[in-house]
Protein backbone atom coordinates (compact mmCIF):
# COMPACT_ATOMS: atom_id res chain seq x y z
CA UNK A 1 0.00 0.00 0.00
CA UNK A 2 1.08 3.40 -0.60
CA UNK A 3 3.55 4.53 2.42
CA UNK A 4 2.38 7.73 1.97
CA UNK A 5 -1.50 7.29 2.18
CA UNK A 6 -0.10 5.38 5.34
CA UNK A 7 1.72 8.56 6.75
CA UNK A 8 -1.12 10.71 5.66
CA UNK A 9 -3.78 8.79 7.64
CA UNK A 10 -1.18 8.63 10.92
CA UNK A 11 -0.96 12.69 10.86
CA UNK A 12 -4.69 13.22 10.48
CA UNK A 13 -5.15 10.91 13.26
CA UNK A 14 -2.43 12.84 15.33
CA UNK A 15 -4.10 16.02 14.26
CA UNK A 16 -7.57 14.61 15.66
CA UNK A 17 -6.05 16.26 18.86
CA UNK A 18 -6.17 12.91 20.89
CA UNK A 19 -6.11 13.35 24.06
CA UNK A 20 -3.04 10.65 24.38
CA UNK A 21 -1.12 12.39 21.76
CA UNK A 22 2.68 12.74 23.69
CA UNK A 23 3.86 15.23 20.39
CA UNK A 24 2.08 18.44 19.28
CA UNK A 25 0.91 18.37 15.77
CA UNK A 26 4.15 20.83 14.60
CA UNK A 27 6.16 17.60 15.65
CA UNK A 28 4.20 15.34 13.95
CA UNK A 29 4.96 17.38 10.62
CA UNK A 30 7.98 16.97 11.44
CA UNK A 31 8.17 13.21 11.42
CA UNK A 32 6.18 13.11 8.63
CA UNK A 33 8.76 15.50 6.55
CA UNK A 34 11.70 13.22 7.53
CA UNK A 35 10.14 10.25 6.16
CA UNK A 36 8.66 11.70 3.12
CA UNK A 37 12.55 13.15 3.15
CA UNK A 38 13.86 9.66 1.96
CA UNK A 39 12.11 9.43 -0.92
CA UNK A 40 12.32 12.84 -2.23
CA UNK A 41 10.75 13.37 -5.16
CA UNK A 42 13.49 16.38 -5.41
CA UNK A 43 15.91 13.15 -6.27
CA UNK A 44 14.17 13.33 -10.21
CA UNK A 45 14.69 16.51 -10.34
CA UNK A 46 18.60 16.51 -9.28
CA UNK A 47 18.50 14.11 -12.23
CA UNK A 48 16.90 16.29 -14.58
CA UNK A 49 19.23 19.32 -13.15
CA UNK A 50 22.47 16.93 -13.50
CA UNK A 51 20.98 16.45 -17.34
CA UNK A 52 20.97 20.06 -18.26
CA UNK A 53 24.44 20.45 -16.17
CA UNK A 54 26.20 18.11 -18.75
CA UNK A 55 24.21 18.85 -21.90
CA UNK A 56 25.40 21.51 -25.02
CA UNK A 57 22.91 23.83 -25.41
CA UNK A 58 22.10 27.46 -26.32
CA UNK A 59 23.88 29.59 -29.38
CA UNK A 60 27.14 28.48 -27.92
CA UNK A 61 26.38 25.07 -27.80
CA UNK A 62 27.89 24.78 -24.73
CA UNK A 63 27.37 22.88 -21.10
CA UNK A 64 27.27 24.25 -17.97
CA UNK A 65 29.96 22.32 -16.96
CA UNK A 66 32.66 25.83 -17.10
CA UNK A 67 30.29 27.12 -14.86
CA UNK A 68 32.20 28.64 -11.62
CA UNK A 69 29.76 28.40 -8.72
CA UNK A 70 32.93 29.43 -6.13
CA UNK A 71 35.44 26.54 -6.51
CA UNK A 72 36.57 26.49 -9.42
CA UNK A 73 35.22 26.03 -12.97
CA UNK A 74 32.50 22.90 -13.18
CA UNK A 75 33.50 22.28 -9.11
CA UNK A 76 29.91 21.75 -8.03
CA UNK A 77 30.14 19.48 -4.67
CA UNK A 78 29.89 21.55 -1.66
CA UNK A 79 29.31 24.90 -3.79
CA UNK A 80 25.93 25.31 -2.32
CA UNK A 81 26.53 25.74 0.97
CA UNK A 82 29.04 28.43 0.50
CA UNK A 83 27.11 30.65 -1.33
CA UNK A 84 26.04 33.64 -1.71
CA UNK A 85 29.98 34.65 -2.53
CA UNK A 86 31.57 37.14 -3.91
CA UNK A 87 32.11 36.75 -7.95
CA UNK A 88 35.26 38.54 -9.28
CA UNK A 89 34.23 38.24 -12.60
CA UNK A 90 30.91 40.26 -12.06
CA UNK A 91 32.31 42.25 -8.81
CA UNK A 92 29.34 40.86 -7.14
CA UNK A 93 27.74 38.93 -4.25
CA UNK A 94 25.44 36.57 -5.88
CA UNK A 95 23.32 33.36 -4.59
CA UNK A 96 23.47 29.46 -5.92
CA UNK A 97 20.21 30.62 -8.07
CA UNK A 98 21.67 33.85 -9.42
CA UNK A 99 24.78 32.40 -10.36
CA UNK A 100 22.81 29.55 -12.37
CA UNK A 101 21.44 32.10 -14.53
CA UNK A 102 24.17 33.89 -15.17
CA UNK A 103 26.58 30.90 -16.16
CA UNK A 104 23.22 29.97 -17.96
CA UNK A 105 23.77 33.47 -20.06
CA UNK A 106 27.10 33.63 -20.04
CA UNK A 107 28.53 30.22 -21.22
CA UNK A 108 25.19 29.07 -23.31
CA UNK A 109 24.70 32.31 -24.89
CA UNK A 110 21.09 32.17 -23.87
CA UNK A 111 19.03 36.00 -23.49
CA UNK A 112 18.13 36.40 -19.59
CA UNK A 113 14.74 37.14 -20.66
CA UNK A 114 14.15 33.90 -22.35
CA UNK A 115 15.89 31.61 -19.61
CA UNK A 116 13.82 33.91 -16.79
CA UNK A 117 10.46 34.41 -18.83
CA UNK A 118 9.41 31.74 -16.12
CA UNK A 119 11.35 32.00 -12.86
CA UNK A 120 9.57 29.79 -10.79
CA UNK A 121 7.81 26.82 -10.92
CA UNK A 122 4.22 26.66 -11.75
CA UNK A 123 1.60 23.91 -12.82
CA UNK A 124 3.27 24.30 -16.19
CA UNK A 125 6.14 22.43 -14.44
CA UNK A 126 9.67 23.36 -13.19
CA UNK A 127 11.75 25.51 -15.22
CA UNK A 128 15.28 24.15 -15.89
CA UNK A 129 17.31 26.66 -14.25
CA UNK A 130 15.34 25.52 -11.06
CA UNK A 131 16.73 22.02 -11.70
CA UNK A 132 20.18 22.88 -11.93
CA UNK A 133 19.63 24.72 -8.44
CA UNK A 134 18.03 21.67 -7.16
CA UNK A 135 21.01 19.73 -8.84
CA UNK A 136 23.65 21.99 -7.00
CA UNK A 137 21.84 21.92 -4.03
CA UNK A 138 21.76 17.77 -3.93
CA UNK A 139 25.73 17.96 -4.67
CA UNK A 140 25.77 19.48 -0.88
CA UNK A 141 23.95 17.23 1.07
CA UNK A 142 24.91 16.50 4.67
CA UNK A 143 27.48 19.80 4.64
CA UNK A 144 28.14 22.56 6.87
CA UNK A 145 26.57 25.93 5.98
CA UNK A 146 29.80 28.30 5.25
CA UNK A 147 29.56 31.14 3.55
CA UNK A 148 32.22 33.07 2.91
CA UNK A 149 32.71 36.21 4.50
CA UNK A 150 36.24 37.27 3.76
CA UNK A 151 35.33 39.89 0.97
CA UNK A 152 34.34 43.03 1.81
CA UNK A 153 31.37 42.63 -0.20
CA UNK A 154 30.57 39.78 1.59
CA UNK A 155 30.54 41.04 5.00
CA UNK A 156 28.93 44.31 3.30
CA UNK A 157 26.00 42.18 1.95
CA UNK A 158 25.41 40.85 5.07
CA UNK A 159 25.06 43.94 7.14
CA UNK A 160 22.70 44.84 4.09
CA UNK A 161 20.23 41.88 4.78
CA UNK A 162 20.19 42.82 8.28
CA UNK A 163 19.29 45.46 7.91
CA UNK A 164 16.69 44.68 5.54
CA UNK A 165 15.62 42.15 7.85
CA UNK A 166 14.71 44.45 10.81
CA UNK A 167 13.35 47.06 7.77
CA UNK A 168 9.32 47.94 8.82
CA UNK A 169 7.11 48.91 5.19
CA UNK A 170 4.13 47.73 3.67
CA UNK A 171 0.07 48.27 4.34
CA UNK A 172 0.76 46.13 7.32
CA UNK A 173 4.02 47.85 8.64
CA UNK A 174 6.24 44.18 8.52
CA UNK A 175 9.85 43.57 8.67
CA UNK A 176 10.81 40.08 8.21
CA UNK A 177 11.85 40.30 12.01
CA UNK A 178 8.44 40.67 12.85
CA UNK A 179 7.49 37.00 11.64
CA UNK A 180 11.72 35.65 12.23
CA UNK A 181 12.48 37.46 14.68
CA UNK A 182 12.01 35.63 18.17
CA UNK A 183 11.33 32.20 19.23
CA UNK A 184 8.31 30.15 19.77
CA UNK A 185 6.12 32.29 16.91
CA UNK A 186 3.63 30.44 14.85
CA UNK A 187 1.35 31.27 11.85
CA UNK A 188 -1.80 29.85 11.68
CA UNK A 189 0.23 25.78 10.84
CA UNK A 190 3.28 26.91 10.75
CA UNK A 191 5.85 26.92 12.95
CA UNK A 192 8.25 30.17 12.17
CA UNK A 193 11.66 29.55 12.81
CA UNK A 194 14.13 32.65 14.17
CA UNK A 195 16.27 33.58 11.32
CA UNK A 196 18.86 35.53 13.66
CA UNK A 197 20.24 32.46 15.74
CA UNK A 198 22.09 29.67 13.85
CA UNK A 199 19.32 27.23 14.51
CA UNK A 200 16.49 29.17 13.27
CA UNK A 201 18.21 30.47 10.29
CA UNK A 202 19.92 26.76 9.26
CA UNK A 203 16.03 26.29 9.29
CA UNK A 204 15.67 28.61 6.68
CA UNK A 205 17.75 27.20 4.44
CA UNK A 206 17.82 23.18 5.34
CA UNK A 207 14.55 22.05 3.17
CA UNK A 208 15.15 24.48 0.12
CA UNK A 209 15.07 23.97 -2.47
CA UNK A 210 11.90 22.26 -1.73
CA UNK A 211 9.41 19.64 -3.84
CA UNK A 212 6.05 20.93 -3.44
CA UNK A 213 3.78 18.19 -3.13
CA UNK A 214 0.85 19.79 -3.89
CA UNK A 215 2.30 21.10 -7.15
CA UNK A 216 4.60 18.30 -7.92
CA UNK A 217 6.97 21.30 -8.79
CA UNK A 218 10.48 22.59 -6.74
CA UNK A 219 10.69 25.89 -4.83
CA UNK A 220 13.76 27.64 -4.13
CA UNK A 221 14.71 30.10 -1.75
CA UNK A 222 14.58 32.73 -4.10
CA UNK A 223 10.95 32.13 -4.32
CA UNK A 224 10.78 31.58 -1.00
CA UNK A 225 12.15 35.41 -0.17
CA UNK A 226 9.59 36.71 -2.97
CA UNK A 227 6.64 34.98 -1.15
CA UNK A 228 7.62 36.51 1.91
CA UNK A 229 7.35 39.77 0.26
CA UNK A 230 4.04 38.97 -0.84
CA UNK A 231 2.96 37.80 2.24
CA UNK A 232 3.77 41.01 3.63
CA UNK A 233 2.38 43.29 0.45
CA UNK A 234 6.00 44.46 -0.59
CA UNK A 235 6.85 45.36 -3.78
CA UNK A 236 7.19 42.52 -5.82
CA UNK A 237 11.31 42.31 -6.01
CA UNK A 238 12.65 42.37 -9.35
CA UNK A 239 13.97 38.53 -10.21
CA UNK A 240 17.23 37.46 -8.73
CA UNK A 241 17.96 41.50 -7.20
CA UNK A 242 20.50 42.41 -4.51
CA UNK A 243 17.82 42.82 -2.41
CA UNK A 244 16.99 39.28 -2.02
CA UNK A 245 20.63 38.13 -2.65
CA UNK A 246 21.42 40.13 0.31
CA UNK A 247 18.57 38.62 2.63
CA UNK A 248 19.72 35.32 1.48
CA UNK A 249 22.70 36.64 2.20
CA UNK A 250 22.06 37.07 6.39
CA UNK A 251 20.42 33.87 6.61
CA UNK A 252 23.14 31.76 5.35
CA UNK A 253 25.61 33.49 7.43
CA UNK A 254 23.47 33.15 10.54
CA UNK A 255 23.28 29.65 9.87
CA UNK A 256 26.89 28.79 9.34
CA UNK A 257 28.18 25.96 10.92
CA UNK A 258 24.57 24.10 10.47
CA UNK A 259 24.35 20.62 8.28
CA UNK A 260 22.43 21.04 5.11
CA UNK A 261 20.77 18.10 4.89
CA UNK A 262 20.10 18.59 0.69
CA UNK A 263 16.77 19.95 -1.00
CA UNK A 264 13.36 18.83 1.04
CA UNK A 265 9.92 18.34 0.74
CA UNK A 266 7.01 20.38 1.50
CA UNK A 267 3.36 20.20 1.56
CA UNK B 1 11.54 7.65 -23.62
CA UNK B 2 10.18 9.66 -20.51
CA UNK B 3 12.49 10.92 -17.46
CA UNK B 4 14.58 7.55 -15.97
CA UNK B 5 12.84 6.62 -12.17
CA UNK B 6 14.96 6.39 -9.49
CA UNK B 7 15.44 2.66 -8.16
CA UNK B 8 16.75 1.67 -4.60
CA UNK B 9 17.15 -1.99 -4.12
CA UNK B 10 18.07 -3.43 -1.00
CA UNK B 11 18.41 -6.92 0.50
CA UNK B 12 16.94 -7.60 4.36
CA UNK B 13 17.39 -10.54 5.09
CA UNK B 14 15.46 -12.67 2.32
CA UNK B 15 13.60 -9.80 1.14
CA UNK B 16 14.82 -7.08 -1.04
CA UNK B 17 13.14 -4.29 -0.42
CA UNK B 18 12.20 -1.94 -3.54
CA UNK B 19 11.47 1.75 -3.62
CA UNK B 20 11.34 3.72 -7.03
CA UNK B 21 10.43 7.01 -7.86
CA UNK B 22 9.03 7.49 -11.32
CA UNK B 23 9.03 11.24 -12.62
CA UNK B 24 5.25 11.05 -14.62
CA UNK B 25 2.96 14.27 -14.67
CA UNK B 26 0.10 11.65 -14.30
CA UNK B 27 -3.14 14.13 -15.25
CA UNK B 28 -6.67 12.70 -14.06
CA UNK B 29 -8.55 14.20 -17.15
CA UNK B 30 -10.36 16.45 -14.78
CA UNK B 31 -8.32 19.13 -14.62
CA UNK B 32 -8.60 22.33 -16.53
CA UNK B 33 -6.04 24.64 -17.54
CA UNK B 34 -6.08 28.55 -17.78
CA UNK B 35 -8.62 29.34 -20.92
CA UNK B 36 -11.03 26.38 -19.27
CA UNK B 37 -10.32 23.22 -21.61
CA UNK B 38 -9.72 19.88 -20.07
CA UNK B 39 -6.31 18.94 -19.60
CA UNK B 40 -6.12 15.48 -21.30
CA UNK B 41 -5.40 12.08 -19.38
CA UNK B 42 -2.04 11.27 -18.96
CA UNK B 43 -1.70 8.55 -16.57
CA UNK B 44 0.79 4.91 -15.57
CA UNK B 45 -1.50 2.01 -16.41
CA UNK B 46 0.68 -1.00 -15.50
CA UNK B 47 3.97 -1.09 -13.28
CA UNK B 48 6.08 -4.66 -13.84
CA UNK B 49 9.14 -5.96 -12.15
CA UNK B 50 11.08 -8.22 -13.06
CA UNK B 51 13.95 -10.01 -11.41
CA UNK B 52 15.63 -12.97 -13.68
CA UNK B 53 13.26 -13.21 -15.96
CA UNK B 54 10.24 -13.84 -13.46
CA UNK B 55 7.82 -11.33 -12.62
CA UNK B 56 8.34 -10.12 -8.86
CA UNK B 57 5.62 -7.27 -8.92
CA UNK B 58 2.48 -6.15 -11.58
CA UNK B 59 0.19 -3.02 -10.79
CA UNK B 60 -2.84 -1.67 -12.85
CA UNK B 61 -2.73 1.80 -11.93
CA UNK B 62 -5.64 4.48 -12.39
CA UNK B 63 -6.22 8.36 -12.19
CA UNK B 64 -6.01 8.34 -8.36
CA UNK B 65 -1.95 8.04 -7.97
CA UNK B 66 -0.05 10.95 -7.53
CA UNK B 67 2.10 13.09 -9.63
CA UNK B 68 5.87 11.75 -9.25
CA UNK B 69 4.83 9.21 -7.82
CA UNK B 70 6.49 6.69 -5.01
CA UNK B 71 6.35 2.97 -5.10
CA UNK B 72 7.24 0.36 -2.01
CA UNK B 73 7.10 -3.50 -2.81
CA UNK B 74 9.48 -6.03 -1.35
CA UNK B 75 9.75 -9.56 -2.36
CA UNK B 76 11.65 -12.57 -1.40
CA UNK B 77 14.65 -14.87 -3.68
CA UNK B 78 16.79 -12.16 -4.86
CA UNK B 79 20.26 -12.24 -3.74
CA UNK B 80 22.80 -9.38 -4.00
CA UNK B 81 23.87 -8.31 -7.07
CA UNK B 82 21.02 -9.60 -8.71
CA UNK B 83 19.55 -6.87 -11.63
CA UNK B 84 15.97 -6.00 -11.08
CA UNK B 85 14.02 -4.70 -13.93
CA UNK B 86 11.47 -2.04 -13.39
CA UNK B 87 8.83 -0.84 -16.18
CA UNK B 88 5.64 1.42 -16.79
CA UNK B 89 3.60 2.01 -19.72
CA UNK B 90 1.08 4.77 -19.59
CA UNK B 91 -2.73 5.57 -21.54
CA UNK B 92 -0.62 7.21 -24.02
CA UNK B 93 1.51 4.64 -24.79
CA UNK B 94 4.94 6.18 -23.69
CA UNK B 95 7.03 4.12 -21.74
CA UNK B 96 9.89 3.90 -19.51
CA UNK B 97 12.08 0.72 -18.38
CA UNK B 98 15.21 0.95 -15.82
CA UNK B 99 17.61 -1.73 -14.32
CA UNK B 100 18.82 -1.56 -11.00
CA UNK B 101 20.89 -3.62 -9.05
CA UNK B 102 20.12 -5.49 -5.49
CA UNK B 103 22.47 -3.95 -2.95
Known sequence: ?267 | MADPMKIRATLKGDTVEVRVLMAHNMETGARKDSSGGLIPAHFIQTVNATHNGKLVFAAQWGTAIAKNPFLQFKFKGGAKGDKLQLSWTDNKNDSRTDEATIA
Open chain 1, 1 to 267: MNIRLILAALAGSALAGSAMAQTSPSEDFQKFRDVMEEDNPAELFEARGEEYWKTPRGPKNASLEQCDLGLGPGVVNGAYVQMPRYFADVDQVMDAERRVVHCMVTLQGLAFEEVTKQPFSNDKGTPDHVSVVTYIAGQSRDMKIAPPQNHPKERETYEIGKEIFGFRAGPYDFSCSTCHGADGRRIRMQDLPNLTKPEGAAKGIIGWPGYRMTGGFMLTSQWRMTDCFRQQRFPQPKYLSDTITAILAYQAVNARGQVYRGPGIKR
